[in-house]
Every structure is written in structure tokens, then in C-alpha cells.
């Protein structure tokens, strides 16, 4: 079924089916609005002409289907040999179909040169790329040891990899040297592995499970071939991460989301997701015990979305339905880029067992949960408003995109501390989160729905001025609070010529000061003033060969005097007016000075394509050098270097 965006149309409705049962496990769709299918059947499938297997060799056999997008015809349908099923598919770029399933038969057609031909034993997970047209396999492969072996989700990227995501009891489960972990924990692991582009080779392959019964049911890849899985488990000894959302068990079982690296080696993050309160739901097939995780969908900035079944106590954050219904509902929960917190997490269920078996993040905006239902008050509100009376029914739920509008993009605040308000405007049902990048702000409020506030608290500044942001749903918001200083002075020292001369130092002040110097050759100090004010000052000429250096001292904040030597000693230093600066992850620019005796010569560079040079390339003596920074859509901090004449000045920006 094909549905208008907003699901109040059905675009085409279509059985697609024999005579015999058929059961339809996965679906995806290419960027011509084909849909391609999955599942298995017990004979009579409707196949194509031409197609790699019109019969079936043994049933239930698995189907691979694609569907044209107008939903009127077949483009494609054909058996996979061997008895098991379709339990995931994706298409690439060019219309080719990856599946994946399992089969508890040695008779499963493998091609030439795959990484694994010979069946292992117990129930083998399978692999298999066809070709667009479905006429032949490009590759088929085994995926297993001598134990059961489910394969559960796959995921393609651009260069034709495949990462699949499933369980495993065998022991002796291919795993690769290298992979971040190579045995069995447990009585049943999960498991994530990579497959190269020809099907022949693994990438890596690794367990990922504690001591007891773990599966993974879902997998999502970012743009970096970082996958992220999730899963359930009942092992108290699961891996999690340091700052891991959730690094404790709940209950006796839990979902859980585990963020690999690019290599397989490592885990980013990993957290168990659920509570302390269980649950089971039944459908015709299986049985639903919460908490667990069944599917997952990552976004542009890296946050993962998860969908799955949840008991009484799973962690919620700007929940739609703030306490569940039933004897189990269905959940969807979103987690940020470093698995450290939940901005978003909520029920979806009534009276009865709810169960969310799949999740997707839409390209035209909004989160999509499909699942099943034995409620008869789920609230909906769309195509379909009453039940059609069977004992379970499927269900739909698009949740928007929510935008939201700040009150202000920043203010100045005073030196001393105080605690304010922010106003922020949202639709109903939207929630936000929030977060800030320094220690002095003060969050009192984290998370909300809809219109609100946040309340924050600003530390009194005994310092120099300083910067920091709030950020609310990815907007912004600049606090910029002014000296707590007494005195400022307007930079910190200086270059001067060999010939000396008079000079003016300029002083921000709301106090008296004094002025004194430390060397005879710095002469004519005004002594003394109050507020703001100039101190004038007179530099004898420096006949040696050497530079010298001399300070000038306001009421305990120091002005560095450095003076050059003659022409015959002239040795070029270069300083820079601060050390380092950071972004928020919107970007910005800024300035630095640099300060060098008068006829030294010196380029600017940048180590990383985000930091940019917009002025100063190069100068001579003392100049100011530009530079601004791009947004980061990175999902982690990041870092760079301004590089000056051998002077390295460090920027940093937030996710």
C-alpha cells in the first residue's frame, strides 16, 4: 500500500499473493518510487518470465518482488532457493536488490567466488545481490556457524557494501580479526557484519552481546559507513560506553542502540534503552516482551531514531503520550549523535498490547512508525478512524517535523549572576530539547512541548567578557556577558620601532587605577586616572642589537612593551592576541591580531577545510587576520588550526 504524505489518500492498494499463504517480512523503495518486497511463501507466488526462479524448490521458499511505482504491475517476482525467508532488503543506486534472510537448507543457490558456499548447519543466515532486472543473482552468500544464525536487517552504502545485523548462537559465527569483538558472550549474540562490494569478502564481522540472550532486529549506516544497531537484550553485562544514555540494565529485558565505528573495531556509543516494568503482547506469530527495540533510522545529523514495544517506566522526554495504555505499548524514541540523551521519547498505544516494528526517518520531513495494534482506542485521526475488526490490525503514525522560534537569537548580560527566561515557540505536540556549550550557563530547563520557556542561569563574571550559547532544537541563542573585570586595557602588548617614539595605551575602567613601569627606557607614564582613559607613554630609542621588553602596569592588569633592536639585530617573534576561540554549530567568524616587529614578513593557513581564512593571508609587522567557520553537520566536536608564522591558534566548534 501506497500512501499520500500526509496519509489521508491511499495512492494504490494491491494484494500481492497465491493461492497458498504468503507473508511479505520487509520493504524498501528506490528513487523511482518502485517498491521492492521481501518475505516467504508457501507455493504459487505470482513469478515473472524470465525471473532468477520461477518455481520454488522447496517450500516455504523466500520472494524478492518489485513493484513499479504506479503499483499496477510486477516489474519483477522470483523464489530464492531453499526453504527460509526474505527478512530485509535494499536496493543501491543502480536498482539492484540486497536480501537477506535465513534458510535452514544446504540446497540454497550460492554463486562463484562468495564468501561463504557451504552451509554450516542449523538455520544459515543468507545474502543474496540481484541484479536489476531479477533474472540472476550478481551474488549469493551463506551467513553462519553450525548453531542458528537469523539475519534481521540490512543496510547499503554507496560503494555497494552491505551490513546486515542480526543473532547468532553459534560459536562459530565468522567473525574477523580486528572486529571489536570475535566471540560469542552468550548463549546468543548479536551481530553486525560488512560484506565488500562483490559479495566475496568480509569487511568486518563482530559479536556484540553480554552474558545472556541478545538480538539485534535493525541496522541504519550515516554517510560515514558508522552503523547503528538495535536490538533487545537480557544480559545485565551488555556493552555500554562511558556517558551512555543508560549504562545499567532495567529489567529483564531491554532495547538497546550501539553506534560502531567505520572499522567495525570499536563502539562510539552504546546504551541500553528501557525500563524497569515488562510486559508481552502476542501477535499470530510471536511474542512481543518489552522492553526491546525493533527497528532504527538515523537522520541527517546523526541522531538516531527507534521504534520497538515498552513497558511501564521507559524513559520518555517531551512524550505526545506520557504513560502507557496497556499491557505493552508501542515507543519511538530519538537519541543524539553521542548516545548520551533522549530529546525525544514517547508512547504510541490504547487499552491493549501496541507493538512499533519499524521506523523511518522521511526525506520530505517528519518520522514515520509502522507496527500493529490489539487496542481498539489507539487514537488516530487520519485515513482510517475505526477498526476493521479483526483481532490485531496494522497502524501508521507520521510524527512532524517540528520547527522551532526563539524569543531572541542572543542578548548582552551584566557581570554579575542572575537567572532569566527564554521564550520559545513551537506547534502543539512538538518537543524540543535543550543544551548549552559552557559551564557558567546553568540549564534549569532540558526538555519541553510546544510553546514554553527556558529557564537558565547566568554565573556572576569576575573575568574578561565571554560568550556562550543555549541551543533549542538546533536554534541558537547567544549570551554574551561583559567584563567583571575593574580594569581592562585594550590588548595585552605590542611591537615597537627601534626608533621609539609617543604612544597612547587605552584603559576600560569603573574604578581608580595607577599606572607604573618596570624599566627606565619606557619614560613620560601618566600616572594615574579613573574610569575610562588613555595612558600615554614614551619609548626611548633602542641602540643595541637586540630586542628588549618592558611592562607597564594598571592596577595589576600588564601591558607587554616588546622594542626592536638595530637593523643589524633584527630577529624576527611573533605573537597572537589569544590562544584559541569556539563556534556554535552554526558557524561564524572572527579576528586575532598578530603583533611582530615592523619589516617581518607572515602567512596565514588553515589545517581544515571548515576554517577559513577571510583576511590577512599574509602581512608584514603587526596585522589582523579573519577567519570564519562553516557549519558543522558532523554530529561530534571539531577542531582546527589557524597557523601563523609558526604561531598555532586553536579553533573548536560544538555539534
Given at each position: 500500500m501506497k500512501?499520500?504524505?500526509?496519509?489521508?489518500?491511499?495512492?494504490?492498494?494491491?494484494?500481492?499473493?497465491?493461492?497458498?499463504p504468503d507473508y511479505?517480512?520487509?520493504?524498501?523503495?528506490?528513487?523511482?518510487?518502485?517498491?521492492?518486497?521481501?518475505?516467504?511463501?508457501?507455493?504459487?507466488?505470482?513469478?515473472?518470465?524470465g525471473a532468477f526462479r520461477e518455481l520454488a524448490s522447496v517450500t516455504p521458499a523466500p520472494f524478492v518482488a518489485k513493484l513499479d511505482p504506479?503499483?499496477?504491475?510486477?516489474?519483477?517476482?522470483?523464489?530464492?532457493?531453499?526453504a527460509g525467508a526474505g527478512m530485509a532488503i535494499a536496493v543501491d543506486s543502480g536498482g539492484s536488490a540486497y536480501v537477506a534472510g535465513s534458510t535452514y537448507t544446504a540446497t540454497f543457490t550460492t554463486t562463484t567466488g562468495a564468501f561463504q558456499r557451504t552451509y554450516a548447519g542449523g538455520t544459515d543466515g543468507f545474502v543474496v545481490k540481484l541484479n536489476p532486472t531479477g533474472s540472476s543473482q550478481v551474488y549469493s552468500t551463506f551467513l553462519g556457524g553450525s548453531s542458528e544464525d537469523q539475519i534481521t536487517g540490512i543496510r547499503v552504502d554507496s560503494s555497494g557494501a552491505a551490513y546486515v545485523a542480526g543473532f547468532t548462537s553459534s560459536t562459530d559465527f565468522p567473525a574477523t580479526a580486528g572486529a571489536y569483538r570475535?566471540?560469542?558472550?552468550?548463549?546468543?549474540?548479536?551481530?553486525?557484519?560488512?560484506?565488500?562490494?562483490?559479495?566475496?569478502?568480509?569487511?568486518?564481522?563482530?559479536?556484540?552481546?553480554?552474558?545472556?540472550?541478545?538480538?539485534?532486529?535493525?541496522?541504519?549506516?550515516?554517510?560515514?559507513g558508522e552503523a547503528y544497531v538495535a536490538g533487545q537484550t537480557y544480559s545485565s553485562s551488555f556493552p555500554t560506553t562511558a556517558g551512555a544514555f543508560r549504562a545499567s540494565h532495567g529489567g529483564a529485558a531491554d532495547g538497546f542502540v550501539t553506534r560502531l565505528n567505520a572499522a567495525g573495531s570499536g563502539l562510539l556509543y552504546s546504551t541500553f534503552l528501557g525500563g524497569a516494568g515488562t510486559c508481552l503482547v502476542n501477535d499470530p506469530f510471536r511474542q512481543y516482551i518489552c522492553d526491546g527495540a525493533f527497528s532504527i533510522s538515523v537522520d541527517s545529523t546523526a541522531q538516531a531514531w527507534v521504534a520497538g514495544i515498552a513497558g511501564p517506566g521507559f524513559p520518555l522526554s517531551g512524550a505526545i503520550q506520557p504513560s502507557p495504555g496497556g499491557s505493552g505499548d508501542a515507543f519511538v524514541a530519538q537519541l543524539n549523535a553521542s548516545g548520551t540523551s533522549l530529546p525525544f521519547s514517547t508512547y504510541i498505544g490504547g487499552g491493549g498490547g501496541d507493538v512499533a516494528l519499524s521506523v523511518a526517518v522521511s526525506g520530505s520531513g517528519g518520522t514515520i512508525v509502522a507496527g500493529f495494534t490489539n487496542s481498539t482506542d489507539l487514537p488516530v485521526n487520519s485515513l482510517q478512524t475505526t477498526r476493521g475488526g479483526g483481532g490485531a490490525e496494522g497502524f501508521l503514525s507520521l510524527l512532524s517535523t517540528c520547527s522551532v522560534t526563539l524569543g531572541s537569537s542572543g542578548s548582552f548580560f551584566p557581570k554579575t549572576a542572575g537567572a532569566y527566561l527564554l521564550d520559545v515557540s513551537s506547534a502543539p505536540g512538538c518537543a524540543w530539547s535543550t543544551s548549552t556549550d559552557a559551564s557558567w550557563v546553568a540549564l534549569n530547563t532540558t526538555a519541553g512541548v510546544g510553546n514554553g520557556q527556558v529557564s537558565y542561569t547566568v554565573a556572576a563574571n569576575a573575568g574578561p567578557s565571554r560568550t556562550a550559547h543555549i541551543t533549542v532544537a538546533g536554534q541558537t541563542y547567544t549570551i554574551q556577558q561583559v567584563t567583571g573585570q575593574c580594569i581592562t586595557l585594550a590588548n595585552t602588548g605590542s611591537w615597537f620601532p627601534q626608533s621609539g617614539g609617543a604612544y597612547n595605551l587605552q584603559v576600560f575602567a569603573s574604578c581608580p587605577w595607577t599606572a607604573s613601569v618596570n624599566v627606565n627606557w619606557i619614560t613620560g607614564v601618566t600616572p594615574a586616572g579613573s574610569g575610562d582613559g588613555v595612558i600615554q607613554f614614551?619609548?626611548?630609542?633602542?641602540?643595541?642589537?637586540?630586542?628588549?621588553?618592558?611592562?607597564?602596569d594598571v592596577s595589576g592588569s600588564t601591558y607587554t612593551v616588546n622594542q626592536v633592536g638595530g637593523p643589524a639585530g633584527l630577529s624576527c617573534s611573533y605573537s597572537l592576541s589569544r590562544g584559541s576561540d569556539s563556534f556554535a554549530s552554526g558557524g561564524g567568524s572572527s579576528s586575532l591580531l598578530v603583533s611582530t616587529q615592523n619589516g617581518c614578513q607572515w602567512t596565514t593557513s588553515t589545517n581544515s577545510s571548515w576554517l577559513a581564512i577571510?583576511?590577512?593571508?599574509?602581512?608584514?609587522?603587526?596585522?589582523?587576520?579573519?577567519?570564519?567557520?562553516?557549519?558543522?553537520?558532523?554530529?561530534?566536536?571539531r577542531s582546527a588550526a589557524v597557523n601563523v608564522a609558526g604561531q598555532s591558534f586553536v579553533v573548536t566548534q560544538s555539534p
Open positions: 500512501l499520500n504524505p500526509t496519509m489521508t489518500t491511499i495512492l494504490y492498494s494491491t494484494y500481492l499473493g497465491g493461492s497458498f511479505g517480512r520487509a520493504i524498501t523503495v528506490d528513487s523511482t518510487g518502485a517498491a521492492y518486497i521481501t518475505g516467504s511463501s508457501i507455493g504459487r507466488f505470482p513469478t515473472t518470465t504506479s503499483g499496477a504491475a510486477l516489474s519483477y517476482a522470483t523464489y530464492l532457493d531453499g570475535n566471540a560469542n558472550s552468550g548463549s546468543t549474540d548479536a551481530f553486525v557484519t560488512k560484506i565488500n562490494s562483490a559479495g566475496s569478502a568480509l569487511v568486518y564481522s563482530t559479536f556484540l552481546g553480554g552474558s545472556n540472550v541478545d538480538r539485534a532486529h535493525g541496522i541504519d549506516i550515516n554517510s560515514s614614551t619609548l626611548a630609542a633602542n641602540n643595541s642589537s637586540s630586542s628588549r621588553t618592558g611592562q607597564i577571510t583576511a590577512g593571508l599574509a602581512g608584514s609587522g603587526e596585522g589582523v587576520i579573519g577567519y570564519s567557520a562553516d557549519r558543522n553537520t558532523s554530529g561530534a566536536v
